[in-house]
């Protein structure tokens, strides 16, 4: 009678390492270039909305399904309103698609290496998972495709995360076909790259596209993110979330975030400019970096380990992201900051580089 | 090949109705005394508290822990920062809790009738339930603690929705060495009762309590409520949450609306006061009214359905809860407006219920 509620959790939860999201040092004085934020502000209508909702109260529950937010991304997407439901963040959205398909026993297949939270969340369902590993390319092979009766979903982060790297929507609308199951193709990064896989929701029902606010509209501390997929599916997915997941003031500032698409072009431009230069000095500095269609660059390098040059970096007041993946190797994901950040980071890097006896 | 995507969805959720909160009207002219919202704004300090968010800027990801609000509200109550979690409303707490400790075919017990959600809760994890009848007197019999091997959690809420009644405290401590499980005792309306079981939670890990800022602190729109748990308990749960499941704007909110605790009891007070004028007046209007310890109350009546009560109100531009529990009975939840809704309330009833012949 007097067992501790522990032997009450569920032992996959009990298992479980748990998900480490990047450090979010609280403090100030730190180049952080650890968590792929943006280092330009949001639109200034995303302070102007929320303004607006405070003055009008915030004693009442929001809408539930968020349409003032869903009218103006169907406009922009081009479908209607009902191909799309809102989250709390990207994560929310992935959580959702995750319990709507993931039983206990169930699989889903990822590309390997990419965001670690998808196992995590195939974990806390009590579920599997099957890695495909990317080529040396960062192609997929057809395993990405093959069979397996209890595989429910795939998952891609496209453009992929450390790498950056894309795989092109005319590749991913030719396996539409073979798709052993649904697969949830998670944009995050996509206003950063040249194409995006949208329209490819149109053609099946087995693919759905997330979105977030956090990277390209500058908003990871708002919380908001979206799903792509045909009607019937958004009709399942609604039962799973939470009645009302998405806040007043978020709903405003994501609705007035996607309604200034001036500055979400401007503000990426100026960051993919910067990530081509960074490219290129890191490059300089020895690292192979690959060329990336993200908000951050993946950098390796043969001479020496990157676990130090993260530490000494951190040392420094620069934060960038170390990343092991086992079985693949590690590197180091930097995010695009600003020009100045971006100096400040080579200035450092230089320092590291040169006075470790190398 | 080409089978849809609906049939990789799980069979639990595909057979669900899903949880349909209280109409939540976008277009103004309601009074609204449906779903238990402060009449009163939240205190000013929120507001202040988010526009200095929104100064500092929204780029950047919110602490994971929300530690800012832990402190203050540890501090209010009596513990440490880490015996509280914290969500993006209750209802992420609630989420949290069962996807923890509910598996496929485990069961939750519910005190009968309650908060719907609870059950769709486990229905999402595909588990079970199992329901214990409150007595006439809203009181529940040691059934409520009967052993059954499948049995992880407990919910109750207290003060219960939709009676404002409540369990005592002290009856609740004589539980807990009988507990066949661990219990989550949901005190989202607790500021408007007399007695609260968070000191319980001191006493065994097998007592959780959750509370929402949506109801007295008249923060419905922001989304933030907490659990109070012991630690080893809130180690684990914390896998379990999405990593920034509450928003910076939010955070920020929650913690300026917890410390201006004035405010707190004065607009409780106020609703306290409506409520008990708001349970003399409908009496007298022939309505059966549970003395209630939250911000609604619970009407029933003998002489006729009140369903046509609900809609003719409606159709007035008052909107009330009309809730049916089969095997139990209906009635209308109110909740409790400001004197001059209530006073609106009133005359549209009276208006009803003289003009429909009786």
């Known amino acids: 009678m007097s067992r501790s509620a522990v032997d009450?959790?569920?032992?996959?939860?009990?298992?479980?390492?748990?998900?480490?999201?990047?450090?979010?040092?609280?403090e100030a004085g730190y180049v952080k270039l650890n968590t792929n934020e943006n280092p330009y502000p949001p639109s200034p209508a995303v302070g102007d909305?929320?303004?607006e909702v405070l003055r009008r109260g915030l004693q009442k529950y929001p809408d539930p399904l968020a349409t003032v937010f869903r009218v103006e991304a169907a406009k922009l997407l081009g479908v209607e309103p009902d191909w799309i439901l809102t989250g709390n963040g990207s994560d929310d959205i992935l959580t959702i698609v995750t319990r709507a398909f993931v039983g206990?026993?169930?699989y889903i297949r990822l590309a390997y290496p990419s965001y670690i939270l998808y196992r995590v969340l195939s974990q806390l369902q009590n579920g599997a998972w099957e890695e495909v590993f990317f080529q040396g390319d960062w192609t997929l092979t057809n395993?990405?495709?093959?069979?397996?009766?209890?595989?429910?979903?795939?998952?891609?982060?496209?453009?992929?995360?450390?790498?950056g790297t894309m795989i092109p929507p005319a590749v991913i609308s030719r396996w539409i076909e073979q798709l052993p199951c649904p697969i949830l193709i998670d944009e995050a990064y996509v206003d950063f790259a040249?194409?995006?896989?949208?329209?490819?929701?149109?053609?099946?029902?087995?693919?759905?596209?997330?979105?977030?606010?956090?990277?390209?509209?500058?908003?990871a501390g708002l919380r908001f993110g979206y799903l792509v997929a045909q009607p019937h599916i958004?009709?399942?997915?609604?039962?799973?979330?939470?009645?009302?997941?998405?806040?007043?003031?978020?709903?405003?500032?994501?609705?007035a975030a996607i309604r200034d698409q001036n500055w979400l072009l401007e503000t990426t431009r100026k960051v993919i400019r910067t990530r081509e230069r960074m490219t290129e000095e890191l490059r300089a500095l020895g690292f192979d970096v690959?060329?990336?269609?993200?908000?951050?660059?993946?950098?390796?390098?043969?001479?020496?380990?990157?676990?130090?040059?993260?530490?000494?970096?951190?040392?420094?007041?620069?934060?960038?992201?170390?990343?092991?993946?086992?079985?693949?190797?590690?590197?180091?994901?930097?995010?695009?900051?600003?020009?100045?950040?971006v100096d400040c980071l080579l200035?450092?890097?230089?320092?590291?580089?040169?006075?470790?006896?190398?």
């Open 8 to 26: 009450f959790i569920r032992k996959n939860i009990l298992e479980m390492a748990g998900y480490v999201p990047g450090e979010q040092p609280q």
């Open 49 to 51: 909305a929320i303004v």
């Open 104 to 106: 206990e026993g169930d």
């Open 143 to 163: 395993d990405f495709l093959a069979s397996n009766p209890r595989l429910k979903l795939i998952f891609l982060a496209n453009p992929n995360s450390p790498s």
């Open 194 to 219: 040249a194409e995006s896989c949208v329209d490819l929701v149109k053609l099946s029902d087995r693919v759905m596209v997330s979105r977030s606010l956090s990277k390209s509209y500058a908003l």
């Open 234 to 255: 958004i009709e399942q997915l609604r039962k799973v979330k939470d009645s009302y997941n998405c806040d007043a003031l978020s709903i405003a500032g994501a609705t």
């Open 290 to 341: 690959v060329p990336s269609q993200a908000n951050f660059v993946w950098c390796t390098r043969k001479d020496r380990p990157v676990k130090p040059i993260y530490e000494e970096l951190k040392r420094r007041k620069v934060l960038v992201r170390y990343m092991d993946y086992p079985g693949w190797g590690d590197g180091l994901r930097i995010s695009v900051g600003t020009d100045s950040e």
């Open 347 to 358: 200035e450092r890097l230089q320092e590291v580089l040169s006075t470790d006896g190398k």
